[in-house]
């Protein structure tokens, strides 16, 4: 069974830092392309960014790109996103997600506010 746990969410001040945490289970967490998607109030959903299997390719949104940076450790299939400089139009619910064998998985997000 597909598993994503995102942690690492709360209230930070403008220009302050946060690193979000995806714990994932259930499948061959080292063969999969892993994406981050956030959801700001009253918007649609939007991709933040992807990291390939193996950790060699990234690619960021233009909204938060020199801003983030998305990493994992297949040992501990765990994708992590650092986010730094942050706006209040950061804040979201931001969810993990992965497609394995056509179908998209998602976890349950973890809410992210920036304010001062």
């Known amino acids: 069974q597909v598993q994503l746990v995102e942690s690492g969410g709360g209230l930070v001040q403008p220009g302050g830092s946060l690193r979000l945490s995806c714990a994932a289970s259930g499948f061959t967490f080292s063969r999969y392309t892993m994406r981050w998607y956030r959801q700001a109030p009253g918007k649609e959903r939007e991709l933040v960014g992807t990291i390939t299997s193996a950790g060699g390719s990234t690619n960021y949104a233009d909204s938060v790109k020199g801003r983030v940076t998305i990493t994992r450790d297949n040992a501990k299939t765990t994708v992590y996103l650092q986010m730094n400089s942050l706006k209040p139009e950061d804040t979201a619910v931001y969810y993990c997600?992965?497609?394995?064998?056509?179908?998209?998985?998602w976890g349950k997000g973890t809410l992210v506010t920036v304010s001062s």
């Open positions: 997600n992965v497609n394995w064998f056509g179908v998209s998985y």
